[in-house]
Nanobody, 115 residues
């Protein structure tokens, strides 16, 4: 089963930006659609963004639409999440996952938005 490792999280001020990366142990092209989820303390896990195999189609939750951008590089087996205009409510652990395989979710990377 593919292994996914997220990185790029950290502490950022409101209005700031971060780019998260997800590195896969094998071809993500073969995995199909990829996604980013997040989970804040005391809240349910939320699907943040999804990208199709080719990268031509993306979808976002309403809470991040217009601020976040998901992308993938099938040659490098990476999926990225560019996050702009971050808000305190974006604070969460962010996870990368093969869209149809919840068990592939990585350990996550913490994003904290605070002044």
């Amino acid at each position: 089963q593919v292994q996914l490792v997220e990185s790029g999280g950290g502490l950022v001020q409101p209005g700031g930006s971060l780019t998260l990366s997800c590195l896969a142990s094998e071809s993500i092209y073969n995995q199909g659609a990829m996604s980013w989820y997040r989970q804040a303390p005391g809240k349910e896990r939320e699907l943040v963004a999804l990208i199709t195999t080719s990268g031509r189609q993306t979808t976002y939750s309403d809470s991040v639409k217009g601020r976040f951008a998901i992308s993938r590089d099938n040659a490098k087996n990476t999926v990225s999440l560019q996050m702009n205009d971050l808000k305190p409510e974006d604070t969460a652990v962010y996870y990368c996952q093969v869209a149809t395989k919840p068990r592939t979710r990585g350990r996550g990377t913490q994003v904290t938005v605070s002044a």
